[in-house]
């Protein structure tokens, strides 16, 4: 059964930085491109980043180009996603999700991200 | 980049009813399509994906399809369970993914 648990996410100051953690189970880690995709309170899905099986390939939505980094641990079967220059309009839950081919096949439970002063 | 269109925004339904949601790219970039159901506090559920292709272990009910450049997400006989908010997704390229703004159904 494909598991993913995210983690790391908190309260944090306006220009403040976090890092989540995605830790994956139940499938060929190394095999799957990962994508981050987050809600803000009572709005719908954004997708933020994408990054390839062997991380060759990573790819960001416009709106966290340069604030946010994307980065896999193999051996760890765990994707992260550092985000520094954090805003107010950042405030969401923030998901995890393992990429089909043109989908998001399984995703976590989420982590939420709150940035306020 | 691609905008995505859903509509109705709200669909008010009853238990037996026949829902159709529907989806609508400002520019057609790909044939394939996939809805995801959400519901409260919850992560979303991918339904169908390459527009009509049920994931496994999802009920019959739910179907995809597409009539020219127009997506469509139909519950045959709506269920207790299927009161939620529904997303579309289209693939442009490897790198975007765009979502639709949604379609919560609720009950009448």
């Known amino acids: 059964e494909v598991q993913l648990l995210e983690s790391g996410g908190d309260l944090v100051q306006p220009g403040g930085s976090l890092r989540l953690s995605c830790a994956a189970s139940g499938f060929i880690f190394n095999d799957y491109a990962m994508n981050w995709v987050r809600q803000a309170p009572g709005k719908g899905l954004e997708w933020v980043s994408a990054?390839?099986?062997?991380?060759?390939?990573?790819y960001y939505a416009d709106s966290v180009k340069g604030r946010f980094t994307i980065s896999r641990d193999n051996s760890k079967k765990t994707v992260y996603l550092q985000m520094d220059s954090l805003r107010a309009d950042d405030t969401a839950v923030y998901y995890c999700?393992?990429?089909?081919?043109?989908?998001?096949?399984?995703w976590g439970q989420g982590t939420l991200v709150t940035v306020s002063s | 980049d691609s905008q995505m269109t859903q509509s109705p925004s709200t669909l008010s339904a009853s238990v037996g009813d026949r829902v159709t949601i529907t989806c609508r790219a400002s520019?057609?970039?790909?044939?394939?399509l996939a809805w995801y159901q959400q519901k409260p506090g919850k992560a979303p559920k991918l339904l169908i994906y390459k527009t009509s292709t049920l994931e496994s272990g999802v009920p019959s009910r739910f179907s995809g399809s597409l009539s020219g450049t127009e997506f469509t997400l139909t519950i045959s006989s709506l269920q207790p369970d299927d009161f939620a908010t529904y997303y579309c997704q289209q693939y442009e390229t490897y790198s975007l993914f765009t979502f639709g703004p949604g379609t919560k159904v609720d009950v009448k």
């Open positions: 999700a393992k990429r089909g081919p043109w989908e998001l096949t399984n």
């Open positions: 520019h057609s970039v790909s044939n394939w």
């Open positions: 990054i390839s099986g062997s991380s060759g390939g990573i």
